[in-house]
């Protein structure tokens, strides 16, 4: 097992991602571990009106993600995408972003270091009001925010389910089997059996971390 982060994200922000027209997720806060680290993807089960759909098999292989307001796609292969952990990227790069209220109180400017001068609401495809509604301004609470540089993303063919990850808690296979031998209470006989314990079942509002196997 290995230790990641499983990200929630709304559809019509993934199919930016998986369309590699966004390059930065803007979030509220930050992981405290060491980087890089990858960070899987759900799409999550808006309640209407925003179905995710891999179109790749009606694009002549090119690969296409479209959210749509219908099912118009609903016989599509592969088809519907929301619920599913569709992607994952490498996070090596963190940055702090916060927004200022300009001295005339009309309108406001953000600050972020970025590199060849280009702005933070063209890497993460967001107009300047959804980032200032989003983060707030310097002198609300929520004014700091957190630019997650999205690399070596990969699209999976095979959507995985929330089952497939388990929860940061869980012991590692030694330190179970290390519980087992010195009676733990909370040990089991069958490793895979604890394991189901901890499996995810609901996502996380933002992000959380987990554990992963190592698929090959």
Request: proline content about 4%; aromatic content about 16%; glycine content about 6%.
């Amino acid at each position: 097992m290995k230790r990641a982060i499983l990200m929630s994200i709304q559809p019509q922000w993934i199919e930016k991602i998986l369309n590699r027209e966004k390059l930065i997720e803007i979030r509220k806060t930050m992981p405290k571990c060491e980087l890089p680290i990858d960070v899987y993807l759900y799409c999550t089960n808006t309640p209407k009106y925003h179905h995710l759909y891999d179109l790749t098999y009606v694009n002549k292989g090119d690969t296409l993600y479209a959210v749509t307001q219908h099912n118009k796609y609903s016989l599509v292969p592969k088809g519907f995408l929301n619920g599913k952990v569709v992607a994952k990227f490498t996070l090596n790069t963190l940055k702090e972003v916060y927004c200022e209220r300009l001295n005339n109180g009309v309108g406001y400017d953000y600050y972020y270091e970025l590199e060849y001068g280009t702005s933070i609401v063209e890497e993460a495809n967001i107009s300047e009001n959804e980032l200032y509604n989003y983060l707030g301004y310097k002198d609300r609470p929520e004014k700091v925010g957190y630019a997650w540089y999205i690399d070596n993303l990969e699209i999976f063919d095979k959507p995985k389910e929330l089952s497939e990850f388990v929860n940061s808690r869980a012991l590692s296979y030694d330190d179970w089997l290390y519980g087992i031998y010195n009676g733990h209470k909370g040990s089991r006989n069958n490793y895979n059996s604890y394991l189901n314990v901890f499996r995810i079942k609901r996502p996380p509002q933002s992000w959380q971390y987990v554990e992963v196997k190592e698929w090959h």
